[in-house]
């Protein structure tokens, strides 16, 4: 049986039946064709623990990846080959014995707050040939760092989403295909009030909340990567949206929220993943010792 026709299948199956999203069914695709291409092959009774092997010992020697990229595409690999092995294509599934490398426990990148700071007042600021751009990019900007939103969330929020008066923002079909609520400070009610202003006066009607320059169209992820890119250029610091997300994680900590509410706020679906926040706070850390005992003496 060809591996392209199951993959098609799988992804179906993990689609339609399992819900899925759609970047999640893309890792999938990429990873067994990632896989498929390195090794030339073409047929599910080709695959074998041997060649499994080869395949991520080169992805780690040559193609230098991290422990976590090595572990996603094993856990893309291993979920198709489980599908294929219940449809009984496969007598076994050869990649669910295979070695897991140590993940590193590194701390999260983030900016300081005085760069949090500036980036906002960069993208406001940036000589635009638009009103309306510099109230978008700021918007953005500030989003990611006082609401913690992943690229996608923001890319998909829609203009409905917002609710200004009530201080809160709705992500629809975050990671995991779940929905939250994420409440919004003062200041970024600020600057999403002029920024809809704006937007109404250049007459933007589409249903997404942020859009094109010169389109009535969503804004685009290949928008927001030009975007990015001027913005780090004018900062002096290299930052990518992820970074943004862990700014906001590590000062709504340092501001003294619990971690169980900035959980919330992120879409974890364990709380042991805000944990790692605690260690990248150093003001907050700290704040805890400056409470030992003995220092009162």
């Not at 707050?113 to 007042?121: D, G, N």
């Not at 094109?212 to 992820?221: C, E, I, R, S, V």
């Not at 974890?268 to 706070?281: F, V």
């Amino acid at each position: 049986m060809e591996i392209k026709s199951l993959l098609n299948q799988f992804c179906e199956y993990s689609s339609f039946i399992r819900g899925y999203s759609p970047y999640t069914i893309e890792r999938y695709r990429s990873s067994v064709n990632m896989y498929t291409k390195f090794c030339g092959i073409t047929q599910i009774d080709e695959v074998t623990e041997l060649n499994l092997k080869q395949f991520f010992l080169n992805g780690r020697t040559v193609r230098k990846w991290r422990a976590n990229s090595f572990i996603t595409i094993l856990k893309s690999l291993v979920v198709f080959f489980r599908w294929c092995e219940k449809e009984k294509y496969m007598a076994n599934n050869p990649a669910g014995d295979l070695e897991k490398p140590k993940l590193e426990k590194r701390l999260p990148p983030k900016l300081t707050r005085q760069e949090a700071s500036r980036l906002i007042e960069i993208a406001y600021n940036y000589p635009y040939q638009s009103k309306f751009a510099k109230h978008r990019n700021r918007a953005i900007m500030a989003v990611f760092l006082m609401t913690g939103l992943r690229k996608r969330e923001l890319l998909n929020l829609k203009y409905t989403d917002i609710d200004i008066e009530n201080r809160s923002v709705f992500v629809r079909l975050g990671k995991g295909s779940k929905d939250r609520i994420v409440p919004i400070c003062d200041r970024l009610a600020d600057i999403l009030g002029k920024y809809l202003v704006e937007r109404q006066k250049v007459g933007k009607t589409c249903p997404e909340l942020f859009t094109a320059l010169n389109t009535n169209t969503g804004f685009t992820a290949d928008g927001l990567r030009r975007m990015m890119i001027t913005l780090t250029k004018v900062l002096g610091k290299n930052f990518g949206v992820h970074k943004l997300r862990h700014t906001f994680a590590t000062q709504m900590i340092e501001g003294g929220c619990d971690i169980f509410s900035l959980s919330k706020m992120m879409g974890h679906s364990d709380i042991k993943t805000t944990t790692i926040y605690l260690a990248a706070s150093s003001e907050h850390l700290r704040a805890q010792i400056g409470k030992h005992p003995l220092n009162q003496i």
